[in-house]
């Protein structure tokens, strides 16, 4: 059974960075593409970004370009998202995900493409 838990959330003032962490437990294989969404009141669940750790294979969504770069870790079977220059807007709930597939170098960037989530960490921006 795949685990995904998600770290690093909290209340950040805008123009302040942050970074989350994700682990996923009972695998070890890199062709399991993580993404990153995110979920703020009232709106539907958004790409952010996702990575194919079999070939370094990266998405980032036009919304966060430039401020917001994700990453990582084989041996920690972990992904990172940084997140600089934050700004109000970017308030969500950030969720981690893995495929349950997979992919030699695809990135799925709709939610329908992941089957593990994790329960999500709170990301605060105050203006």
């Known amino acids: 059974q795949v685990q995904v838990v998600e770290s690093g959330g909290g209340l950040v003032q805008a123009g302040g960075s942050l970074r989350l962490s994700c682990a996923a437990s009972g695998r070890t294989f890199s062709g399991y593409p993580m993404g990153w969404f995110r979920q703020a009141p009232g709106k539907e669940r958004e790409f952010v970004a996702a990575?194919?750790?079999?070939?370094?294979?990266?998405v980032t969504a036009d919304s966060v370009k430039g401020r917001f770069t994700i990453s990582g870790d084989d041996a920690k079977n972990a992904v990172y998202l940084q997140m600089n220059s934050l700004k109000p807007e970017d308030t969500a709930r950030y969720y981690c995900?893995?495929?349950?597939?997979?992919?030699?170098?695809?990135?799925?960037?709709?939610?329908?493409?992941?089957?593990?989530w994790g329960q999500g960490t709170q990301v605060t921006v105050s203006s």
């Open positions: 990575i194919n750790r079999n070939n370094g294979h990266i």
């Open positions: 995900a893995q495929t349950t597939t997979v992919m030699l170098s695809a990135v799925p960037t709709t939610a329908s493409g992941y089957g593990y």
